[in-house]
């Protein structure tokens, strides 16, 4: 199967992708976009994805699937091994509430198109909108780290001893984080995680830094 992502590389929503990519052991086109030049908002693009965002993977016959955690569940259904869900359902809902706590609670008031809005229409600056990121994230990191740090169930990872799901998305938003000047110290659990991922050649390979359009 030849699989294209049309992806940025400093989005983190294509970095759990590209990670997931990379531990499923798949190879794949890797097709750049530049957000800030509105090159997703195109009539080519928005064929592929009618609400003009990164990632979409484009398969082998020319269909699209959109969405970071819908692409990540359809790599695991289609190349189950190695798994990033657990086998049993309690694990599994443990692991998808972990991973919907940053995707779902930091990244949608955090992504580009949030923080071109604030300046647009608020004038907020690039330290206001620091200071707006900086508080969403602190939000759900403490909450975060409470979670991970309480539980038995943690690992050397955030769900024990493999990567999952929740790790992808923990992965890609320390990294975001880090263009902010987000610091790790404040939360231990999380930083020793983070520190175990970026061990993995999966993980370090899908850093925003190492893509090829990286700037």
């Not at 759900?140 to 780290?145: G, K, V, Y």
């Amino acid at each position: 199967m030849t699989l294209r992502l049309h992806n940025f590389f400093r989005s983190s929503t294509s970095t759990r992708v590209r990670a997931a990519l990379n531990l499923k052991g798949l190879d794949y086109e890797y097709v750049p976009y530049v957000l800030r030049d509105g090159e997703t908002r195109k009539p080519d693009y928005l064929r592929r994805n009618p609400q003009g965002l990164v990632p979409t993977l484009e398969r082998e016959d020319g269909s699209h699937l959109t969405q970071s955690l819908a692409i990540i569940e359809w790599l695991e259904e289609t190349h189950p091994e190695p798994p990033l869900l657990p086998p049993d359902p309690d694990g599994r809902a443990r692991v998808r509430a972990l991973a919907c706590m940053i995707a779902c609670e930091i990244h949608p008031l955090n992504n580009l198109r949030v923080l071109l809005r604030l300046r647009d229409q608020f004038g907020a600056d690039e330290e206001a909108q620091k200071v707006w990121f900086a508080h969403w994230v602190g939000l759900t990191f403490d909450a975060l780290e409470t979670a991970l740090s309480d539980s038995p169930l943690t690992g050397r990872f955030c769900h024990g001893e493999a990567p999952t799901l929740a790790d992808l998305c923990l992965y890609a938003q320390v990294w975001n984080n880090r263009r902010f000047g987000i610091p790790l110290e404040t939360w231990p659990t999380i930083a020793r995680i983070f520190a175990e991922l970026d061990r993995i050649p999966a993980f370090r390979d899908a850093a925003p830094p190492n893509q090829p359009d990286a700037a």
